[in-house]
Protein backbone atom coordinates (compact mmCIF):
# COMPACT_ATOMS: atom_id res chain seq x y z
CA UNK A 1 0.00 0.00 0.00
CA UNK A 2 2.65 2.62 0.62
CA UNK A 3 4.43 1.85 -2.45
CA UNK A 4 1.51 2.66 -3.87
CA UNK A 5 1.20 5.84 -2.28
CA UNK A 6 4.75 7.16 -3.34
CA UNK A 7 4.16 5.55 -6.86
CA UNK A 8 1.29 8.46 -7.25
CA UNK A 9 2.85 10.99 -5.56
CA UNK A 10 5.89 10.84 -7.76
CA UNK A 11 3.32 11.06 -10.93
CA UNK A 12 1.75 13.71 -9.77
CA UNK A 13 4.83 15.56 -9.09
CA UNK A 14 5.93 14.72 -12.95
CA UNK A 15 2.96 16.13 -14.00
CA UNK A 16 2.91 19.24 -12.41
CA UNK A 17 6.78 19.74 -13.46
CA UNK A 18 5.61 19.30 -17.23
CA UNK A 19 2.74 21.44 -16.85
CA UNK A 20 5.21 23.78 -15.32
CA UNK A 21 8.10 23.64 -18.14
CA UNK A 22 4.90 23.83 -20.75
CA UNK A 23 3.63 27.48 -19.36
CA UNK A 24 4.86 30.43 -21.45
CA UNK A 25 5.64 33.43 -19.42
CA UNK A 26 6.98 36.39 -21.45
CA UNK A 27 10.69 37.40 -20.60
CA UNK A 28 13.25 39.97 -22.02
CA UNK A 29 16.69 38.76 -22.28
CA UNK A 30 18.69 41.41 -20.59
CA UNK A 31 22.12 40.87 -22.82
CA UNK A 32 20.10 40.97 -26.48
CA UNK A 33 16.99 43.00 -25.32
CA UNK A 34 15.40 40.22 -27.59
CA UNK A 35 11.70 38.73 -26.07
CA UNK A 36 11.29 35.17 -25.58
CA UNK A 37 9.16 32.93 -23.33
CA UNK A 38 10.15 31.04 -20.20
CA UNK A 39 8.41 28.64 -18.39
CA UNK A 40 7.47 28.76 -14.40
CA UNK A 41 11.45 27.27 -13.61
CA UNK A 42 12.61 30.14 -15.22
CA UNK A 43 14.64 28.41 -17.97
CA UNK A 44 13.95 29.61 -21.76
CA UNK A 45 11.00 27.92 -23.41
CA UNK A 46 10.66 29.97 -26.41
CA UNK A 47 14.41 31.37 -27.14
CA UNK A 48 14.42 35.14 -26.94
CA UNK A 49 14.74 36.18 -30.85
CA UNK A 50 11.81 38.47 -31.21
CA UNK A 51 12.35 42.36 -31.47
CA UNK A 52 8.68 42.43 -29.46
CA UNK A 53 6.68 40.38 -28.16
CA UNK A 54 3.18 40.26 -26.72
CA UNK A 55 1.78 37.38 -24.28
CA UNK A 56 -0.39 34.84 -25.34
CA UNK A 57 -3.74 35.19 -25.66
CA UNK A 58 -7.21 33.63 -27.55
CA UNK A 59 -10.01 31.71 -25.32
CA UNK A 60 -6.63 28.74 -25.12
CA UNK A 61 -3.20 31.04 -25.24
CA UNK A 62 -2.60 29.13 -28.40
CA UNK A 63 -1.07 32.21 -29.77
CA UNK A 64 1.12 35.41 -28.93
CA UNK A 65 1.75 37.81 -31.40
CA UNK A 66 5.62 38.35 -32.12
CA UNK A 67 8.20 41.16 -34.18
CA UNK A 68 10.66 40.04 -36.48
CA UNK A 69 12.55 42.17 -38.91
CA UNK A 70 10.31 45.13 -38.10
CA UNK A 71 6.94 43.59 -39.29
CA UNK A 72 4.50 41.37 -36.74
CA UNK A 73 3.30 37.75 -37.25
CA UNK A 74 2.32 35.24 -34.55
CA UNK A 75 3.57 32.20 -32.85
CA UNK A 76 1.67 29.27 -31.10
CA UNK A 77 3.06 27.84 -27.72
CA UNK A 78 5.70 25.39 -29.04
CA UNK A 79 7.27 28.64 -30.39
CA UNK A 80 6.08 27.55 -34.33
CA UNK A 81 5.31 30.53 -36.78
CA UNK A 82 1.75 30.05 -37.58
CA UNK A 83 1.50 33.68 -38.92
CA UNK A 84 4.29 34.80 -41.15
CA UNK A 85 5.67 38.25 -39.92
CA UNK A 86 5.18 40.27 -42.72
CA UNK A 87 2.34 42.60 -40.99
CA UNK A 88 2.88 45.96 -40.44
CA UNK A 89 0.76 46.42 -37.52
CA UNK A 90 0.05 44.46 -34.53
CA UNK A 91 -3.61 44.41 -34.96
CA UNK A 92 -3.48 42.98 -38.86
CA UNK A 93 -1.41 40.17 -36.90
CA UNK A 94 -3.65 39.59 -34.27
CA UNK A 95 -6.60 39.06 -36.23
CA UNK A 96 -4.84 36.51 -38.72
CA UNK A 97 -3.94 34.78 -35.13
CA UNK A 98 -7.72 34.81 -33.88
CA UNK A 99 -8.15 32.93 -37.21
CA UNK A 100 -5.85 30.68 -37.04
CA UNK A 101 -7.20 29.61 -33.74
CA UNK A 102 -10.75 29.08 -34.76
CA UNK A 103 -9.04 26.58 -37.26
CA UNK A 104 -10.93 28.38 -40.10
CA UNK A 105 -9.17 27.21 -43.51
CA UNK A 106 -6.20 29.62 -44.33
CA UNK A 107 -7.54 31.97 -47.44
CA UNK A 108 -10.99 32.22 -46.28
CA UNK A 109 -10.02 35.86 -44.96
CA UNK A 110 -7.36 38.10 -46.38
CA UNK A 111 -5.51 41.20 -45.10
CA UNK A 112 -3.50 44.09 -46.08
CA UNK A 113 0.20 43.53 -46.97
CA UNK A 114 3.00 45.57 -48.17
CA UNK A 115 5.63 43.98 -50.65
CA UNK A 116 8.78 44.80 -49.09
CA UNK A 117 10.90 44.56 -52.15
CA UNK A 118 8.64 47.58 -54.29
CA UNK A 119 6.04 49.22 -51.12
CA UNK A 120 3.30 48.37 -52.98
CA UNK A 121 0.30 46.54 -51.91
CA UNK A 122 -2.09 43.71 -51.87
CA UNK A 123 -4.03 41.22 -49.86
CA UNK A 124 -2.43 37.77 -48.15
CA UNK A 125 -3.84 35.10 -46.36
CA UNK A 126 -2.37 34.00 -42.63
CA UNK A 127 0.60 32.07 -44.15
CA UNK A 128 1.24 35.27 -45.70
CA UNK A 129 0.79 33.59 -48.94
CA UNK A 130 -0.38 36.59 -51.95
CA UNK A 131 -3.91 35.92 -52.33
CA UNK A 132 -3.72 38.87 -54.37
CA UNK A 133 -0.80 39.96 -56.03
CA UNK A 134 0.84 43.89 -54.46
CA UNK A 135 -0.08 46.01 -57.46
CA UNK A 136 -1.58 49.02 -55.49
CA UNK A 137 -0.21 51.75 -54.32
CA UNK A 138 -2.17 51.48 -51.39
CA UNK A 139 -5.06 49.17 -49.82
CA UNK A 140 -7.69 49.14 -46.93
CA UNK A 141 -9.13 46.12 -44.81
CA UNK A 142 -12.07 44.26 -46.10
CA UNK A 143 -15.61 45.64 -44.77
CA UNK A 144 -19.27 43.26 -45.16
CA UNK A 145 -19.71 40.02 -45.50
CA UNK A 146 -19.73 37.24 -47.67
CA UNK A 147 -21.17 37.44 -50.34
CA UNK A 148 -21.17 41.41 -50.59
CA UNK A 149 -17.66 42.37 -49.20
CA UNK A 150 -15.08 44.80 -50.74
CA UNK A 151 -11.60 46.45 -49.90
CA UNK A 152 -10.91 50.34 -50.90
CA UNK A 153 -7.69 50.17 -53.22
CA UNK A 154 -5.55 52.84 -54.37
CA UNK A 155 -4.10 53.04 -58.44
CA UNK A 156 -3.22 55.90 -60.35
CA UNK A 157 -3.72 58.05 -56.96
CA UNK A 158 -7.28 57.12 -56.72
CA UNK A 159 -9.26 55.07 -54.94
CA UNK A 160 -11.83 52.26 -56.27
CA UNK A 161 -12.85 49.11 -54.83
CA UNK A 162 -12.47 45.30 -55.02
CA UNK A 163 -14.83 42.88 -54.23
CA UNK A 164 -13.74 39.09 -52.23
CA UNK A 165 -12.75 37.61 -55.92
CA UNK A 166 -9.91 40.38 -56.13
CA UNK A 167 -12.23 42.06 -59.22
CA UNK A 168 -12.76 45.62 -59.37
CA UNK A 169 -16.25 46.61 -59.03
CA UNK A 170 -16.00 50.10 -58.06
CA UNK A 171 -13.33 52.07 -60.66
CA UNK A 172 -10.66 53.83 -59.25
CA UNK A 173 -11.90 57.69 -59.14
CA UNK A 174 -12.63 58.40 -55.73
CA UNK A 175 -9.96 60.92 -54.20
CA UNK A 176 -9.82 59.37 -50.86
CA UNK A 177 -10.29 56.10 -49.49
CA UNK A 178 -12.75 57.23 -47.27
CA UNK A 179 -15.14 58.43 -50.35
CA UNK A 180 -14.89 54.81 -51.90
CA UNK A 181 -16.13 53.35 -48.76
CA UNK A 182 -19.03 55.24 -49.19
CA UNK A 183 -19.49 54.07 -52.69
CA UNK A 184 -18.52 50.26 -51.75
CA UNK A 185 -21.37 50.63 -48.66
CA UNK A 186 -23.55 51.99 -51.25
CA UNK A 187 -22.75 49.19 -53.32
CA UNK A 188 -23.25 46.56 -50.44
CA UNK A 189 -27.34 47.62 -50.16
CA UNK A 190 -27.55 48.29 -53.70
CA UNK A 191 -29.44 51.57 -52.19
CA UNK A 192 -29.72 54.78 -54.53
CA UNK A 193 -27.97 54.28 -57.49
CA UNK A 194 -30.04 56.48 -59.74
CA UNK A 195 -29.72 59.44 -57.21
CA UNK A 196 -26.28 58.99 -55.22
CA UNK A 197 -23.58 61.08 -56.57
CA UNK A 198 -20.30 62.33 -55.13
CA UNK A 199 -17.49 65.01 -56.63
CA UNK A 200 -14.64 64.19 -57.79
CA UNK A 201 -12.38 65.06 -60.60
CA UNK A 202 -11.38 64.20 -64.09
CA UNK A 203 -7.85 61.85 -63.82
CA UNK A 204 -6.79 63.78 -67.17
CA UNK A 205 -7.36 67.17 -66.01
CA UNK A 206 -7.73 67.43 -62.10
CA UNK A 207 -9.04 71.19 -62.01
CA UNK A 208 -12.48 69.54 -63.83
CA UNK A 209 -15.23 68.40 -61.53
CA UNK A 210 -18.04 66.44 -62.13
CA UNK A 211 -20.19 63.37 -60.37
CA UNK A 212 -19.87 60.02 -59.88
CA UNK A 213 -22.36 57.24 -58.85
CA UNK A 214 -21.14 54.74 -56.61
CA UNK A 215 -19.67 52.66 -59.34
CA UNK A 216 -17.38 55.80 -59.82
CA UNK A 217 -18.78 56.20 -63.31
CA UNK A 218 -19.48 59.63 -64.56
CA UNK A 219 -23.33 61.02 -64.18
CA UNK A 220 -22.36 64.61 -64.56
CA UNK A 221 -18.96 65.05 -66.57
CA UNK A 222 -16.72 66.78 -65.25
CA UNK A 223 -17.04 70.57 -66.55
CA UNK A 224 -16.84 72.41 -63.57
CA UNK A 225 -14.25 74.08 -61.59
CA UNK A 226 -16.06 74.00 -58.63
CA UNK A 227 -18.76 72.11 -56.89
CA UNK A 228 -20.93 71.24 -53.82
CA UNK A 229 -22.33 68.64 -52.52
CA UNK A 230 -25.45 66.82 -53.26
CA UNK A 231 -25.92 65.47 -49.56
CA UNK A 232 -27.32 62.31 -48.10
CA UNK A 233 -31.00 63.46 -48.49
CA UNK A 234 -32.22 61.56 -52.04
CA UNK A 235 -34.96 63.26 -52.23
CA UNK A 236 -33.02 66.63 -52.17
CA UNK A 237 -31.60 67.12 -56.00
CA UNK A 238 -29.76 70.53 -55.71
CA UNK A 239 -26.01 71.40 -56.05
CA UNK A 240 -24.20 74.58 -56.97
CA UNK A 241 -21.69 74.19 -59.79
CA UNK A 242 -19.30 77.04 -60.46
CA UNK A 243 -17.52 77.56 -64.46
CA UNK A 244 -16.05 80.76 -65.82
CA UNK A 245 -15.84 82.22 -62.05
CA UNK A 246 -19.62 82.25 -61.79
CA UNK A 247 -22.24 79.40 -59.70
CA UNK A 248 -25.18 77.93 -60.93
CA UNK A 249 -27.21 75.10 -59.64
CA UNK A 250 -27.79 71.73 -61.48
CA UNK A 251 -29.80 68.49 -60.48
CA UNK A 252 -28.76 65.10 -60.09
CA UNK A 253 -28.64 64.49 -63.73
CA UNK A 254 -26.64 67.02 -64.61
CA UNK A 255 -29.83 70.01 -65.85
CA UNK A 256 -28.99 73.32 -64.96
CA UNK A 257 -31.84 74.43 -63.11
CA UNK A 258 -30.10 78.18 -62.99
CA UNK A 259 -27.88 79.29 -64.97
CA UNK A 260 -24.19 79.93 -64.29
CA UNK A 261 -24.31 83.77 -63.93
CA UNK A 262 -23.65 84.01 -60.26
CA UNK A 263 -20.73 85.98 -58.54
CA UNK A 264 -21.08 83.77 -55.60
CA UNK A 265 -22.42 80.96 -54.50
CA UNK A 266 -24.00 82.21 -51.50
CA UNK A 267 -26.09 84.33 -54.62
CA UNK A 268 -27.07 81.19 -56.60
CA UNK A 269 -27.94 79.44 -53.21
CA UNK A 270 -30.37 82.24 -52.52
CA UNK A 271 -32.21 81.84 -56.18
CA UNK A 272 -32.53 78.26 -55.47
CA UNK A 273 -34.29 79.23 -52.29
CA UNK A 274 -37.14 81.79 -54.16
CA UNK A 275 -37.84 78.71 -55.73
CA UNK A 276 -37.60 76.05 -52.95
CA UNK A 277 -39.60 78.48 -50.52
CA UNK A 278 -42.65 79.66 -53.10
CA UNK A 279 -41.49 83.15 -52.80
CA UNK A 280 -43.36 85.58 -55.60
CA UNK A 281 -39.81 84.36 -58.26
CA UNK A 282 -41.49 86.26 -61.08
CA UNK A 283 -40.77 89.97 -60.19
CA UNK A 284 -37.31 88.38 -58.22
CA UNK A 285 -34.33 90.12 -59.92
CA UNK A 286 -31.13 90.40 -58.82
CA UNK A 287 -28.15 92.47 -60.28
CA UNK A 288 -25.21 90.71 -61.85
CA UNK A 289 -22.60 91.48 -64.32
CA UNK A 290 -22.39 89.35 -67.78
CA UNK A 291 -20.17 86.50 -67.26
CA UNK A 292 -16.64 85.45 -68.81
CA UNK A 293 -16.90 82.69 -71.42
CA UNK A 294 -13.54 81.30 -70.36
CA UNK A 295 -11.36 81.00 -67.19
CA UNK A 296 -9.23 83.57 -68.77
CA UNK A 297 -10.58 87.31 -67.32
CA UNK A 298 -11.42 89.69 -69.73
CA UNK A 299 -9.49 92.39 -69.57
CA UNK A 300 -10.90 94.87 -72.00
CA UNK A 301 -13.62 97.39 -71.30
CA UNK A 302 -15.59 97.00 -68.32
CA UNK A 303 -18.00 94.73 -66.66
CA UNK A 304 -22.05 95.13 -67.84
CA UNK A 305 -24.10 94.79 -65.45
CA UNK A 306 -28.45 93.82 -65.61
CA UNK A 307 -30.68 91.96 -63.53
CA UNK A 308 -31.45 88.02 -64.01
CA UNK A 309 -34.23 85.82 -62.69
CA UNK A 310 -33.89 82.77 -60.23
CA UNK A 311 -33.12 80.95 -63.15
CA UNK A 312 -30.34 83.31 -64.09
CA UNK A 313 -31.84 84.22 -67.29
CA UNK A 314 -31.59 87.46 -67.95
CA UNK A 315 -34.63 89.89 -67.63
CA UNK A 316 -33.18 93.17 -68.07
CA UNK A 317 -30.05 92.98 -70.27
CA UNK A 318 -26.85 93.77 -69.05
CA UNK A 319 -25.62 96.98 -70.17
CA UNK A 320 -25.41 99.38 -67.16
CA UNK A 321 -21.90 99.95 -65.87
CA UNK A 322 -23.44 99.47 -62.30
CA UNK A 323 -26.70 98.52 -60.48
CA UNK A 324 -28.31 97.79 -56.80
CA UNK A 325 -30.74 95.76 -55.74
CA UNK A 326 -34.22 95.95 -56.50
CA UNK A 327 -35.35 96.36 -52.35
CA UNK A 328 -35.99 92.34 -51.19
CA UNK A 329 -34.75 91.56 -54.32
CA UNK A 330 -38.71 91.52 -55.48
CA UNK A 331 -39.10 95.81 -55.22
CA UNK A 332 -40.17 97.97 -57.98
CA UNK A 333 -37.55 100.00 -58.25
CA UNK A 334 -33.20 100.21 -58.27
CA UNK A 335 -30.72 101.97 -59.46
CA UNK A 336 -28.65 101.86 -62.80
CA UNK A 337 -25.64 103.73 -63.88
CA UNK A 338 -25.44 104.58 -67.61
CA UNK A 339 -22.68 106.55 -69.41
CA UNK A 340 -21.41 107.76 -66.04
CA UNK A 341 -24.67 109.25 -64.52
CA UNK A 342 -27.31 107.25 -61.97
CA UNK A 343 -31.19 106.71 -62.79
CA UNK A 344 -34.04 104.86 -60.99
CA UNK A 345 -35.26 101.82 -62.95
CA UNK A 346 -38.32 99.70 -63.21
CA UNK A 347 -38.91 96.05 -62.62
CA UNK A 348 -39.46 95.82 -66.09
CA UNK A 349 -36.27 97.49 -67.36
CA UNK A 350 -37.99 101.02 -67.94
CA UNK A 351 -36.41 104.04 -66.78
CA UNK A 352 -38.32 106.10 -64.00
CA UNK A 353 -35.62 108.95 -64.12
CA UNK A 354 -33.02 110.00 -66.75
CA UNK A 355 -29.56 109.13 -65.78
CA UNK A 356 -28.88 112.57 -64.06
CA UNK A 357 -27.68 111.79 -60.99
CA UNK A 358 -24.00 111.82 -59.65
CA UNK A 359 -24.69 109.14 -56.92
CA UNK A 360 -26.59 106.15 -56.59
CA UNK A 361 -28.68 106.97 -53.58
CA UNK A 362 -29.76 110.35 -55.25
CA UNK A 363 -31.15 107.78 -57.78
CA UNK A 364 -32.99 105.48 -54.63
CA UNK A 365 -34.20 108.71 -53.44
CA UNK A 366 -36.14 109.71 -56.82
CA UNK A 367 -37.08 106.16 -57.09
CA UNK A 368 -38.64 105.71 -53.61
CA UNK A 369 -40.24 109.05 -54.07
CA UNK A 370 -42.69 107.23 -57.50
CA UNK A 371 -42.35 103.98 -55.31
CA UNK A 372 -44.17 106.10 -52.49
CA UNK A 373 -47.30 107.40 -54.97
CA UNK A 374 -47.56 103.46 -56.46
CA UNK A 375 -49.44 103.15 -52.72
CA UNK A 376 -51.64 105.85 -54.14
CA UNK A 377 -50.49 107.98 -50.36
CA UNK A 378 -51.58 110.89 -51.56
CA UNK A 379 -50.59 113.28 -48.90
CA UNK A 380 -48.50 115.96 -49.33
CA UNK A 381 -45.34 114.87 -48.34
CA UNK A 382 -45.16 111.99 -51.12
CA UNK A 383 -47.03 113.92 -54.06
CA UNK A 384 -44.96 113.23 -57.34
CA UNK A 385 -42.59 115.74 -58.41
CA UNK A 386 -42.78 117.74 -54.90
CA UNK A 387 -39.23 116.97 -54.10
CA UNK A 388 -36.52 118.58 -56.16
CA UNK A 389 -32.84 116.92 -56.49
CA UNK A 390 -29.75 119.06 -56.94
CA UNK A 391 -27.81 117.88 -60.06
CA UNK A 392 -24.69 119.45 -61.56
CA UNK A 393 -25.28 119.94 -65.81
CA UNK A 394 -21.99 117.67 -67.12
CA UNK A 395 -21.53 120.23 -69.86
CA UNK A 396 -21.61 123.40 -68.13
CA UNK A 397 -20.48 122.35 -64.49
CA UNK A 398 -23.20 124.28 -62.87
CA UNK A 399 -26.40 123.19 -60.75
CA UNK A 400 -29.51 123.04 -60.29
CA UNK A 401 -32.57 121.08 -59.75
CA UNK A 402 -34.53 117.95 -61.27
CA UNK A 403 -37.30 116.10 -60.07
CA UNK A 404 -37.52 112.31 -59.43
CA UNK A 405 -37.61 111.99 -63.67
CA UNK A 406 -34.16 113.76 -63.77
CA UNK A 407 -36.49 116.81 -65.43
CA UNK A 408 -34.61 119.92 -65.11
CA UNK A 409 -37.42 122.03 -62.44
CA UNK A 410 -34.71 124.74 -61.94
CA UNK A 411 -32.46 125.83 -64.33
CA UNK A 412 -28.63 124.93 -63.83
CA UNK A 413 -27.48 128.48 -62.76
CA UNK A 414 -25.94 127.90 -59.73
CA UNK A 415 -22.20 127.18 -58.67
CA UNK A 416 -22.99 124.85 -55.93
CA UNK A 417 -26.61 122.97 -54.68
CA UNK A 418 -27.40 121.54 -51.35
CA UNK A 419 -30.57 119.22 -51.00
CA UNK A 420 -33.71 120.96 -50.16
CA UNK A 421 -34.78 120.53 -45.88
CA UNK A 422 -37.11 117.59 -46.22
CA UNK A 423 -40.40 118.60 -45.15
CA UNK A 424 -43.32 119.89 -47.40
CA UNK A 425 -43.68 123.30 -45.19
CA UNK A 426 -40.11 123.85 -45.38
CA UNK A 427 -38.98 124.30 -48.80
CA UNK A 428 -35.52 125.95 -48.39
CA UNK A 429 -32.11 124.92 -49.66
CA UNK A 430 -28.27 126.12 -49.70
CA UNK A 431 -27.00 127.43 -53.11
CA UNK A 432 -24.12 129.40 -54.09
CA UNK A 433 -23.59 131.84 -56.27
CA UNK A 434 -21.04 134.53 -56.99
CA UNK A 435 -18.64 132.41 -54.67
CA UNK A 436 -21.11 132.88 -51.36
CA UNK A 437 -23.63 130.70 -50.26
CA UNK A 438 -27.57 131.82 -49.55
CA UNK A 439 -30.65 130.18 -49.44
CA UNK A 440 -33.17 129.35 -52.13
CA UNK A 441 -37.07 128.34 -52.06
CA UNK A 442 -38.54 126.59 -54.72
CA UNK A 443 -38.91 129.10 -57.27
CA UNK A 444 -35.18 129.02 -57.37
CA UNK A 445 -35.30 132.69 -56.00
CA UNK A 446 -32.79 133.62 -53.27
CA UNK A 447 -34.69 134.62 -49.84
CA UNK A 448 -31.50 134.83 -47.64
CA UNK A 449 -29.23 136.88 -49.42
CA UNK A 450 -25.93 134.78 -50.80
CA UNK A 451 -23.21 136.28 -48.15
CA UNK A 452 -21.41 133.05 -46.41
CA UNK A 453 -19.17 131.78 -46.64
CA UNK A 454 -20.00 127.86 -46.32
CA UNK A 455 -23.00 125.92 -46.76
CA UNK A 456 -23.60 124.85 -43.10
CA UNK A 457 -24.10 128.56 -42.32
CA UNK A 458 -26.25 128.59 -45.52
CA UNK A 459 -28.18 125.73 -43.75
CA UNK A 460 -28.45 127.02 -40.35
CA UNK A 461 -30.59 130.52 -41.81
CA UNK A 462 -32.02 128.15 -44.02
CA UNK A 463 -33.69 126.25 -40.94
CA UNK A 464 -34.43 129.61 -38.91
CA UNK A 465 -36.36 131.38 -42.18
CA UNK A 466 -37.82 128.34 -42.86
CA UNK A 467 -39.47 128.16 -39.92
CA UNK A 468 -41.14 131.42 -39.78
CA UNK A 469 -42.10 131.09 -43.75
CA UNK A 470 -44.39 127.94 -43.98
CA UNK A 471 -45.95 127.58 -47.82
Sequence with gaps: MRRFISLFFILLGSAVATTGLHAQILSQDSHSKLYGYKNTLGAWQIAPQYQYAYAFEGEQKRFAVVKVDKRWGCIDDCGNLIV????????????????????????RWVYPAQNKYDGRWGFVNYYGKWKFDPVYEAVGYYIGEEPMSFAAVKSGGRWGCIDRKGILIIDTIFLEQEHAEMAGRQWIFGQNYET?????????????????????????QPEYRRVDYFGDDHNYNYAHVQRYGRWGTIDRWGKVFSQLVFPTEAEAHDALRQYEHGRPIDEWRIPITKPRTSDVADTIGEELWGYVDFHGEWVISPIYQGASHFTNDTGLFATVKLDGYWASIHADGTLLSRNVFTLSSEAWQAGYEWDNDQGKN???????????????NPSTKAWGYVNYKGEWVLQPTFEDAKLFIYSWNNRAAPAKMDGRWGVIDHTGQFVVKNIYETSSEAYIKARIWSEKNKF
Design 84 to 107: RAIFQTKEQAEMCGKEWEKSDEPG
Design 196 to 220: WRYPTTDPKNPRRWGYVNYLGRWVV
Design 378 to 392: HNKEHELGHWLYPIQ
